[in-house]
């Protein structure tokens, strides 16, 4: 059973901001929000996690609803190679984190 | 520094053959995850271990399959009596033991069965 609903695909101009909404409305009070990537057929690529604040680190902005109901992830600057199906996971630590069907980004040129 | 290193990078086997796939986790790193990923779907948990100790193997078969990380050497997902609905993508995670450290995957060992 999916905690997290995404939508199955999006396309987003190379160079512009890719921004990629989560809805997670049974989310937990001690739940995380974590972000990974697969590009074709590779294992996933870790991106970014928060709880309740936005976070931001070299790869991506993570912004979460006051609610902790939905979030965002925000790639700046989108480049081809940030094409992939990129999942956003609920859960508390690493163990059994539960990959969904994600969505498929595709950047283009 | 090398990641974490699967292989065989592509497995084949006949049905009833066994299937052992290897995972060396990231250097320091003491937990690994199974996951299996079948054609256009998500990833699902199989099972996490941390050396000599199975800690939660829920998602794993109940027949047929089973996983260990000894002490020494790579963790092992052995598959027995191989069928056709075994045919997926597996991949193999590691972390340290920090709460919340980030999972690194490897590349994944893709297995067929005839």
């Known amino acids: 059973d999916a905690k997290t609903t995404q939508p199955p695909s999006m396309d987003c101009a190379e160079g512009r901001a890719a921004n990629l909404p989560c809805n997670h409305s049974t989310i937990s009070g001690n739940e995380y929000v974590y972000w990974y990537r697969q590009i074709h057929s590779q294992g996933p690529q870790y991106i970014i996690h928060g709880l309740k604040n936005n976070e931001t680190n070299e790869m991506a902005s993570l912004i979460i609803t006051e609610d902790r109901k939905s979030s965002t992830l925000i790639l700046p600057h989108a480049t081809l190679r940030d094409t992939a199906v990129y999942y956003c996971i609920v859960g508390f630590g690493n163990e059994k984190l539960t990959f969904g069907t994600g969505t498929r980004l595709t950047i283009i040129p | ?114």
């Open chain 2, 1 to 114: 520094n090398a990641g974490v290193m699967q292989n065989p990078r592509h497995l084949v086997r006949r049905r009833g053959q066994e299937a052992r796939l290897r995972c060396s986790p990231m250097k320091g790193h003491s937990h690994v995850y199974w996951y299996r990923q079948l054609p256009e779907e998500g990833l699902k948990f199989m099972v996490y271990l941390q050396k000599e100790n199975i800690i939660d193997e829920s998602g794993m078969p109940k027949e047929r399959f089973s996983a260990e990380f000894p002490k020494e050497g790579p963790s092992i997902l052995r598959i027995q009596q191989v069928v056709r609905g075994d045919s997926a993508a597996y991949f193999c995670a590691s972390s340290g033991v920090e709460f919340n450290e980030k999972l690194f995957f490897g590349s994944g060992t893709q297995l067929s069965v005839l």
